[in-house]
Protein backbone atom coordinates (compact mmCIF):
# COMPACT_ATOMS: atom_id res chain seq x y z
CA UNK A 1 0.00 0.00 0.00
CA UNK A 2 1.55 3.52 -0.72
CA UNK A 3 1.57 6.34 0.98
CA UNK A 4 -1.23 8.20 -0.36
CA UNK A 5 -3.67 4.60 -0.31
CA UNK A 6 -2.61 4.35 3.64
CA UNK A 7 -3.53 8.38 3.84
CA UNK A 8 -6.67 7.94 2.91
CA UNK A 9 -7.76 4.85 4.74
CA UNK A 10 -6.47 7.08 7.95
CA UNK A 11 -8.91 9.76 6.61
CA UNK A 12 -11.96 7.97 6.48
CA UNK A 13 -11.01 6.13 9.88
CA UNK A 14 -11.12 9.35 11.15
CA UNK A 15 -14.30 10.09 9.27
CA UNK A 16 -16.27 6.87 10.81
CA UNK A 17 -14.06 7.33 13.91
CA UNK A 18 -13.31 3.81 13.61
CA UNK A 19 -12.11 3.57 17.11
CA UNK A 20 -16.13 3.98 18.60
CA UNK A 21 -16.27 1.09 17.32
CA UNK A 22 -15.82 -0.27 20.56
CA UNK A 23 -18.69 1.58 22.20
CA UNK A 24 -21.50 -1.01 20.25
CA UNK A 25 -19.01 -3.98 18.99
CA UNK A 26 -19.01 -5.79 22.74
CA UNK A 27 -22.23 -6.11 23.45
CA UNK A 28 -23.15 -7.17 20.26
CA UNK A 29 -20.30 -10.01 20.70
CA UNK A 30 -21.53 -10.12 24.28
CA UNK A 31 -25.11 -11.22 22.91
CA UNK A 32 -23.82 -13.51 20.39
CA UNK A 33 -21.64 -15.70 22.91
CA UNK A 34 -24.82 -16.08 24.68
CA UNK A 35 -27.00 -16.84 22.28
CA UNK A 36 -24.52 -19.57 20.77
CA UNK A 37 -23.01 -21.31 24.28
CA UNK A 38 -19.71 -19.52 23.17
CA UNK A 39 -19.64 -21.29 19.53
CA UNK A 40 -20.87 -18.94 16.93
CA UNK A 41 -18.59 -20.78 14.62
CA UNK A 42 -16.33 -18.40 12.71
CA UNK A 43 -18.26 -17.91 9.92
CA UNK A 44 -21.29 -16.65 11.83
CA UNK A 45 -18.80 -14.39 14.14
CA UNK A 46 -17.15 -12.97 11.43
CA UNK A 47 -20.89 -11.72 9.71
CA UNK A 48 -21.59 -10.11 12.45
CA UNK A 49 -18.63 -8.10 13.21
CA UNK A 50 -18.82 -7.24 9.45
CA UNK A 51 -22.38 -6.32 9.71
CA UNK A 52 -21.55 -4.14 12.52
CA UNK A 53 -18.89 -2.48 10.74
CA UNK A 54 -20.84 -1.52 7.47
CA UNK A 55 -23.84 -0.34 9.54
CA UNK A 56 -21.78 1.83 11.75
CA UNK A 57 -19.20 2.98 9.49
CA UNK A 58 -22.73 4.14 7.40
CA UNK A 59 -24.48 5.68 10.01
CA UNK A 60 -21.37 7.80 10.80
CA UNK A 61 -20.47 8.92 7.80
CA UNK A 62 -23.87 10.25 6.73
CA UNK A 63 -24.03 11.88 10.18
CA UNK A 64 -20.55 13.77 8.75
CA UNK A 65 -22.37 14.47 5.43
CA UNK A 66 -25.31 16.10 6.97
CA UNK A 67 -23.95 18.00 9.78
CA UNK A 68 -20.68 19.28 6.80
CA UNK A 69 -22.00 22.77 7.05
CA UNK A 70 -22.71 22.56 11.35
CA UNK A 71 -19.72 21.26 11.77
CA UNK A 72 -17.96 24.05 9.83
CA UNK A 73 -19.28 26.69 11.95
CA UNK A 74 -18.38 24.61 15.15
CA UNK A 75 -14.60 25.58 16.51
CA UNK A 76 -14.55 22.36 17.71
CA UNK A 77 -15.25 20.28 14.84
CA UNK A 78 -14.20 22.52 11.90
CA UNK A 79 -10.93 20.88 11.13
CA UNK A 80 -13.33 17.69 10.36
CA UNK A 81 -12.16 15.51 7.05
CA UNK A 82 -15.47 17.30 4.83
CA UNK A 83 -14.67 21.07 5.92
CA UNK A 84 -11.33 21.30 5.68
CA UNK A 85 -11.58 19.63 2.08
CA UNK A 86 -9.50 16.09 2.77
CA UNK A 87 -13.09 13.98 1.90
CA UNK A 88 -15.37 15.35 -0.53
CA UNK A 89 -19.27 15.87 0.58
CA UNK A 90 -19.65 13.52 -2.58
CA UNK A 91 -16.93 11.30 -1.11
CA UNK A 92 -18.59 10.89 2.16
CA UNK A 93 -22.20 9.96 0.70
CA UNK A 94 -21.39 7.53 -1.95
CA UNK A 95 -18.99 5.89 0.83
CA UNK A 96 -22.44 6.07 2.75
CA UNK A 97 -24.26 4.02 0.28
CA UNK A 98 -21.44 1.75 -0.27
CA UNK A 99 -21.49 0.65 3.52
CA UNK A 100 -25.24 0.78 3.46
CA UNK A 101 -25.93 -1.94 0.78
CA UNK A 102 -22.86 -3.81 2.47
CA UNK A 103 -24.82 -4.34 5.66
CA UNK A 104 -27.84 -5.49 3.87
CA UNK A 105 -25.60 -7.61 1.92
CA UNK A 106 -24.53 -9.14 5.04
CA UNK A 107 -27.53 -9.29 6.47
CA UNK A 108 -29.08 -10.91 3.25
CA UNK A 109 -26.40 -14.24 3.79
CA UNK A 110 -27.76 -14.36 7.11
CA UNK A 111 -31.38 -14.72 6.27
CA UNK A 112 -34.61 -13.37 5.20
CA UNK A 113 -35.77 -12.10 8.53
CA UNK A 114 -32.21 -10.25 8.90
CA UNK A 115 -32.51 -8.71 5.67
CA UNK A 116 -36.22 -7.48 6.56
CA UNK A 117 -34.86 -6.33 9.75
CA UNK A 118 -32.02 -4.69 8.71
CA UNK A 119 -34.34 -1.98 6.66
CA UNK A 120 -35.52 -0.61 9.95
CA UNK A 121 -32.24 -0.62 11.56
CA UNK A 122 -30.63 1.21 8.70
CA UNK A 123 -33.20 3.47 8.80
CA UNK A 124 -32.86 4.33 12.91
CA UNK A 125 -28.92 4.38 12.12
CA UNK A 126 -29.10 6.99 9.76
CA UNK A 127 -32.59 8.93 10.68
CA UNK A 128 -30.65 9.76 13.81
CA UNK A 129 -28.03 12.51 12.47
CA UNK A 130 -31.53 14.24 11.71
CA UNK A 131 -32.78 14.52 15.49
CA UNK A 132 -30.61 16.89 17.02
CA UNK A 133 -32.59 19.83 14.59
CA UNK A 134 -35.89 19.25 16.42
CA UNK A 135 -35.63 17.24 19.84
CA UNK A 136 -33.09 17.05 22.52
CA UNK A 137 -34.04 13.32 23.18
CA UNK A 138 -31.49 12.99 20.33
CA UNK A 139 -28.87 11.34 22.85
CA UNK A 140 -31.58 8.49 23.68
CA UNK A 141 -32.05 7.73 19.56
CA UNK A 142 -28.35 7.75 19.31
CA UNK A 143 -28.29 5.63 22.13
CA UNK A 144 -31.08 3.47 20.78
CA UNK A 145 -29.20 3.06 17.46
CA UNK A 146 -26.86 1.15 19.20
CA UNK A 147 -28.35 -0.53 21.75
CA UNK A 148 -29.92 -2.08 18.71
CA UNK A 149 -26.83 -4.54 18.04
CA UNK A 150 -27.33 -7.33 20.67
CA UNK A 151 -31.11 -8.09 19.83
CA UNK A 152 -29.77 -8.00 15.77
CA UNK A 153 -26.52 -10.24 16.75
CA UNK A 154 -29.23 -12.64 19.15
CA UNK A 155 -31.38 -13.20 16.14
CA UNK A 156 -28.69 -13.62 13.81
CA UNK A 157 -27.62 -16.56 16.08
CA UNK A 158 -30.95 -18.36 16.85
CA UNK A 159 -32.01 -17.71 13.65
CA UNK A 160 -35.36 -15.76 14.24
CA UNK A 161 -37.30 -13.66 16.42
CA UNK A 162 -38.46 -15.69 19.55
CA UNK A 163 -38.83 -15.66 23.46
CA UNK A 164 -35.65 -16.24 23.62
CA UNK A 165 -34.54 -12.56 22.45
CA UNK A 166 -35.40 -11.18 25.77
CA UNK A 167 -32.23 -11.24 27.73
CA UNK A 168 -30.63 -9.48 24.40
CA UNK A 169 -33.38 -6.69 24.65
CA UNK A 170 -32.76 -6.01 28.05
CA UNK A 171 -29.37 -5.78 27.55
CA UNK A 172 -30.03 -3.49 24.71
CA UNK A 173 -31.81 -1.42 26.54
CA UNK A 174 -29.06 -1.04 28.82
CA UNK A 175 -26.78 0.14 26.13
CA UNK A 176 -29.04 3.08 25.55
CA UNK A 177 -29.22 4.44 28.29
CA UNK A 178 -25.63 3.89 28.96
CA UNK A 179 -24.68 5.72 25.24
CA UNK A 180 -27.32 8.03 25.78
CA UNK A 181 -25.68 8.88 29.32
CA UNK A 182 -22.18 9.76 27.96
CA UNK A 183 -23.68 11.32 25.37
CA UNK A 184 -25.40 13.83 27.29
CA UNK A 185 -21.75 15.02 28.48
CA UNK A 186 -19.99 14.98 25.59
CA UNK A 187 -22.56 17.56 24.25
CA UNK A 188 -21.79 19.95 27.23
CA UNK A 189 -18.50 20.95 25.14
CA UNK A 190 -20.93 22.65 22.90
CA UNK A 191 -23.43 23.95 24.73
CA UNK A 192 -22.82 27.20 23.66
CA UNK A 193 -22.96 26.48 19.83
CA UNK A 194 -25.99 24.33 19.95
CA UNK A 195 -27.89 26.66 21.55
CA UNK A 196 -26.83 29.57 19.34
CA UNK A 197 -27.61 27.65 16.55
CA UNK A 198 -31.41 26.58 17.22
CA UNK A 199 -29.52 22.32 17.91
CA UNK A 200 -31.40 20.49 20.73
CA UNK A 201 -29.64 18.65 23.25
CA UNK A 202 -30.11 18.03 26.99
CA UNK A 203 -27.38 20.83 28.05
CA UNK A 204 -29.51 23.34 25.59
CA UNK A 205 -32.69 22.13 27.87
CA UNK A 206 -31.23 21.81 31.35
CA UNK A 207 -28.11 23.83 31.41
CA UNK A 208 -24.83 21.82 32.71
CA UNK A 209 -25.90 21.34 35.99
CA UNK A 210 -29.06 19.51 34.77
CA UNK A 211 -27.81 17.32 32.01
CA UNK A 212 -24.70 15.77 34.51
CA UNK A 213 -27.52 14.96 36.58
CA UNK A 214 -29.54 13.26 33.52
CA UNK A 215 -26.35 12.02 32.52
CA UNK A 216 -26.20 9.76 36.41
CA UNK A 217 -29.18 8.93 36.33
CA UNK A 218 -29.00 7.35 32.54
CA UNK A 219 -26.13 5.33 33.91
CA UNK A 220 -28.04 4.38 36.81
CA UNK A 221 -30.42 3.00 35.02
CA UNK A 222 -27.61 1.10 32.74
CA UNK A 223 -26.31 -0.48 35.45
CA UNK A 224 -29.29 -2.25 36.24
CA UNK A 225 -30.18 -3.06 32.86
CA UNK A 226 -26.54 -4.62 32.64
CA UNK A 227 -27.27 -6.63 35.95
CA UNK A 228 -30.74 -7.62 34.73
CA UNK A 229 -29.33 -8.84 32.08
CA UNK A 230 -26.99 -10.93 33.64
CA UNK A 231 -29.54 -12.96 35.85
CA UNK A 232 -31.68 -13.58 32.68
CA UNK A 233 -28.80 -14.63 30.94
CA UNK A 234 -27.72 -16.83 33.48
CA UNK A 235 -24.34 -14.96 33.84
CA UNK A 236 -22.55 -16.06 37.47
CA UNK A 237 -19.61 -14.43 39.27
CA UNK A 238 -17.26 -13.59 36.78
CA UNK A 239 -19.74 -11.43 35.14
CA UNK A 240 -20.95 -9.86 38.38
CA UNK A 241 -17.50 -8.76 38.98
CA UNK A 242 -17.27 -7.51 35.59
CA UNK A 243 -20.41 -4.99 36.40
CA UNK A 244 -19.28 -3.73 39.62
CA UNK A 245 -15.76 -3.17 37.62
CA UNK A 246 -17.79 -1.27 35.20
CA UNK A 247 -19.87 0.60 37.80
CA UNK A 248 -16.21 2.06 39.48
CA UNK A 249 -15.57 3.06 35.70
CA UNK A 250 -18.64 4.71 35.48
CA UNK A 251 -18.36 6.41 38.86
CA UNK A 252 -14.93 7.84 37.69
CA UNK A 253 -16.29 8.86 35.09
CA UNK A 254 -18.45 11.22 36.62
CA UNK A 255 -16.00 12.23 39.42
CA UNK A 256 -13.73 13.42 36.98
CA UNK A 257 -16.30 16.11 35.43
CA UNK A 258 -17.94 19.16 37.27
CA UNK A 259 -19.86 21.68 35.80
CA UNK A 260 -17.55 24.56 35.75
CA UNK A 261 -14.43 22.37 34.35
CA UNK A 262 -15.65 20.07 31.39
CA UNK A 263 -11.74 19.74 30.66
CA UNK A 264 -12.02 16.08 31.32
CA UNK A 265 -14.48 15.21 28.82
CA UNK A 266 -12.76 13.15 26.09
CA UNK A 267 -10.74 11.02 28.49
CA UNK A 268 -14.26 10.45 30.06
CA UNK A 269 -16.07 9.90 26.72
CA UNK A 270 -13.93 7.95 25.22
CA UNK A 271 -11.66 6.02 27.74
CA UNK A 272 -13.74 5.09 30.84
CA UNK A 273 -16.95 3.93 28.51
CA UNK A 274 -14.25 1.84 26.36
CA UNK A 275 -13.13 0.11 29.19
CA UNK A 276 -16.78 -0.40 30.48
CA UNK A 277 -17.88 -2.07 27.24
CA UNK A 278 -14.72 -3.89 26.97
CA UNK A 279 -14.65 -5.08 30.82
CA UNK A 280 -18.44 -6.58 30.32
CA UNK A 281 -17.45 -8.36 27.02
CA UNK A 282 -14.15 -9.72 28.75
CA UNK A 283 -16.53 -10.72 32.11
CA UNK A 284 -19.09 -12.96 29.23
CA UNK A 285 -16.27 -14.97 27.82
CA UNK A 286 -14.99 -16.04 31.23
CA UNK A 287 -18.19 -16.54 32.03
CA UNK A 288 -19.19 -18.48 29.22
CA UNK A 289 -16.06 -20.64 28.47
CA UNK A 290 -15.89 -21.36 32.67
Known amino acids: MTATSTARVRDYASLIRFSHTVFALPFALIALFVATDGAPGLVLLLQIVTAMVFARSAAMAFNRWLDRDIDARNPRTAAREIPRGVISARAAMAFTIACSVGFLGVAASLGEHCFWLAWPTLGVLLGYSYA ?5 AAHLWLGIALGLAPPAAWVAAVGGVDASVVPAMVLGGAVAVWVAGFDVLYACQDL ?11 PVALGVRGALRAARILHVAALVGFGTFGVLAGLGLPYAVGGFVAAAFLVVEHRILRADDLSRIPMAFFTMNGLVALVLLAATLIDVYC
Open 192 to 202: EFDRSSGLRSI
Open 132 to 136: KRFTA
